[in-house]
């Protein structure tokens, strides 16, 4: 950057011919010049703006650009946030620092939400007056990021938990992810779809949208309508990053893109869920506007992909396991015979009708009830290795006499 500086051609500069700098602004340069930190040094009323090597990636695209214009212009997408910082170190003449300050930035063409830790120092002239601001700071978006990331995985997990409690269906479960993660990414649309076996067609099981935006839950859809290559990709388990929607990207035929452009769709994100060797399920997430996809974004689609699938899984598992229980409720209680449910240690759960019959005990009594209570005497010692048994196992076991015949009834027999 030092070369860079020497060849700058400063004739008729706001800042004048470098041998008529001033003393402050010369030594403010070779500090900024010696320091392994990113720095920058803003100079005169309308600061303008010089910089080392380490700080040249900040503006991106405005490199070298950048050089000798006044920060005002340099940084008009955020001025709102650095100018007034600006303003009071410069009028109260103290240093001023922040950490994670966000600043929407603007970066190849499009405005990215990014977080910075910087510091303003002031220069002083001979006189006490501020002549110039030193800046040093860092990036530390994937930082914060990471950490908002986080606390939603663990918000989104409680919520999963509470709903597994509840024994919640699918659209429940899905309006639970989908519509925070809208509003935690920036989205116009989230959802999941369930891909057919085919791998030709899949259903939009649910998503979550903007006002304005439609949704295409309890939609069917032909993937190759949305691109060959995009499809291919989904069969083969891939990420499909799209950050601007045209005929002309190698990637989306005309009929594609006018798919897209039907449902309001300007870039998106697939996060395929690959199970048994074949695609399942997909989340997609759409935006109305054009978007550069980070790697940050498609690993944490990729990580909710796979916990939406575990949970409407684990969903569905619930309903049939509830749908199971209430059919054995009713064989159970219906039964002719004497049936009877214990844990581990020999305590009754539960027994039906025939069983209290058959030991003159009412149903309703049966935790308060061991096997041991209810068993002869001289059958007790069976029993037990019998129980043991089945408990090792797994499984059930039937006993004829114990407690059919030689129940120790409550009438002493």
């Known amino acids: 950057m030092a070369a860079r500086l020497r060849a700058f051609d400063w004739r008729g500069h706001a800042l004048g011919e470098p041998t008529a700098w001033p003393v402050e602004l010369r030594v403010a340069i070779s500090l900024c010049m010696h320091s392994s930190l990113p720095t920058a040094i803003y100079w005169g009323p309308q600061l303008r703006l010089i910089y080392n090597d380490s700080w040249a990636p900040i503006p991106a695209e405005r490199h070298p650009w950048a050089i000798g214009r006044p920060g005002k212009e340099v940084w008009s997408d955020i001025w709102n946030v650095v100018g007034p910082q600006f303003e009071g170190v410069v009028r109260m003449g103290r240093g001023f620092s922040t950490f994670r300050q966000r600043l929407p930035m603007r970066r190849n063409g499009e405005v990215i939400e990014s977080y910075w830790d910087y510091s303003f120092t002031p220069i002083f002239g001979a006189e006490g007056e501020v002549l110039g601001v030193m800046n040093q700071g860092r990036e530390v978006t994937d930082e914060v990021l990471a950490t908002e990331d986080q606390r939603f995985f663990l918000e989104i997990g409680d919520r999963l938990r509470d709903l597994a409690i509840e024994s919640a269906d699918a659209s429940k479960i899905l309006k639970s992810v989908m519509e925070p993660l809208v509003a935690h990414l920036g989205l116009s649309r989230a959802g999941y779809a369930v891909i057919e076996p085919g791998e030709e067609f899949c259903t939009a099981l649910g998503d ?91 690993e944490f689609a990729r990580e909710i992909a796979g916990r939406v699938w575990l949970a409407l899984r684990n969903a569905d598992a619930s309903v049939r396991l509830n749908a199971s229980e209430r059919r054995f409720a009713a064989i159970f209680d219906k039964a002719a015979v004497g049936l009877s449910e214990s844990d581990s240690a020999g305590r009754f759960i539960r027994f039906n009708p025939t069983m209290g019959r058959l030991l003159g005990r009412p149903t309703e009594s049966a935790r308060e009830l061991t096997v041991a209570s209810v068993t002869h005497p001289d059958d007790i010692e069976e029993t037990r290795a019998r129980l043991a048994q089945a408990a090792e196992a797994g499984g059930s076991f039937e006993i004829e006499n114990a407690m059919s015949v030689r129940a120790a009834r409550r009438s002493g027999r």
Do not use: C
Request: aromatic residues 8%; without cysteine; charged residues 25%.
């Open 208 to 298: 979550w949208s903007i006002p304005g935006e439609i949704s295409l839950a309890g939609g069917r859809y032909r993937l190759p309508d949305f691109g060959e290559d995009v499809h291919r990709a989904v069969r083969a388990g891939l990420m499909v990053s799209v950050g601007s929607i045209s005929p002309d990207d190698g990637r989306h035929s005309a009929k594609a893109a006018e798919s897209f452009a039907e449902i309001g769709v300007k870039s998106y994100l697939l996060a395929p869920v690959v199970r048994d060797g074949r695609a399942t399920a997909v989340v997609y997430l759409h935006d109305n506007r054009l978007r550069q996809w980070t790697s940050r974004q498609a």
